[in-house]
């Protein structure tokens, strides 16, 4: 349905109705031809419909040969050459794509959507002025545009530019707070050392998701490893990270060593030593040698009957 976005008319809601005409034309011509010039006149017609039928079908065959046919009978159609663009940026020709989204802006220079996917072509070429010029421009046109100020974030962040980053987000979140918006939120918040911020939403994500292993893996991996020792919480970790375990039936290295950190975070400091070496076995099955080695190396830690915190910020500077 997705052109009643433009036009509250569709071709496809003709068909019900175009049944009484069409039984019209069919009485019409059965009562002024004889049985056998009708069959053969029906015969004639049905061929025709279903060869045009047919060649009009291969317009229809991928979104690209649809784009291109719209395009070659209306090339002033904005909208197909962004959705032409956004095409082939999914197929890795990214100056073809910005040659559509600049002839779509070309032609409607309010369309937000081109302006937007143009910043974020521009972001991957690191073109940055360029860039925050045509994400102003998409907000400007479209200010609850939630994905715009999602993928201005992106962009910001790219350029070393957290807290504006993070102002785009929080804004992102209040127009569209669905699960991805709120995930990459609570990411930066961690990075930026809001852990009871980051808790906050990935806490939210879970009433809607509450299946989601990155989220339970994420959460207990804080709550079991946090530098602020009043966020931690080895217990809740526990929890979280087994159910992250239940979910991926213990075949995922990542959850199993989150279980682990949060075993010893909680004293159990054996359990936490068998985990980190099952982790280490599917991470090495798995050809992941760094995660191999990090989960041996915080087995030797847990041997001790130390849980391992992540250094503070100002430390790790």
């Known amino acids: 349905m997705y052109f009643l ?40 017609i049905l061929l025709g419909l279903s060869m045009l039928s047919w060649q009009r079908a291969h317009a229809f065959c991928n979104e690209e040969s649809l784009w291109r046919d719209t395009l070659g009978k209306n090339p002033a159609a904005w909208t197909a050459r962004n959705n032409l663009g956004c095409l082939l940026a999914q197929q890795g020709q990214l100056d073809r794509a910005m040659d559509q989204f600049t002839a779509s802006l070309e032609i409607n220079t309010q369309n937000a959507d081109a302006h937007c996917n143009l910043a974020r072509a521009l972001s991957l070429k690191h073109d940055w002025p360029g860039a925050n010029r045509h994400f102003q421009a998409a907000l400007k046109i479209k200010p609850t545009g939630a994905d715009i100020h999602q993928a201005y974030a992106s962009g910001l962040l790219e350029q070393g530019l957290p807290e504006e980053s993070l102002a785009q987000l929080q804004e992102s979140v209040r127009l569209n707070p669905q699960p991805d918006n709120r995930l990459q939120l609570a990411s930066l918040l961690y990075e930026r050392a809001d852990y009871a911020g980051a808790i906050l939403h990935y806490r939210k994500i879970l009433l809607l998701q509450p299946d989601s292993v990155e989220v339970l893996n994420n959460l207990s991996w804080l709550l079991a490893t946090c530098p602020d020792p009043s966020v931690r919480n080895g217990p ?33 400091f054996g359990d936490a030593v068998d985990l980190a070496g099952k982790a280490a076995a599917l991470a090495d099955a798995a050809g992941d040698r760094q995660f191999s080695a990090a989960n041996r190396e915080l087995q030797s830690l847990y041997r001790s009957n130390q849980a391992f915190h992540q250094p503070s910020p100002s430390t790790a500077r």
């Open 5 to 44: 976005t433009l036009s509250r008319v569709s071709d496809h809601f003709q068909y019900l109705p175009m049944i009484a005409v069409v039984a019209l034309v069919a009485a019409g011509l059965q009562s002024h031809l004889r049985p056998k010039k009708f069959k053969a006149a029906a015969a004639v």
């Open 236 to 268: 809740d970790a526990v929890l979280l990270a087994q159910e992250a375990c239940r979910i991926t039936k213990q075949q995922q290295a990542g959850p199993l060593g989150t279980l682990a950190a949060a075993c010893a975070e909680a004293g159990r």
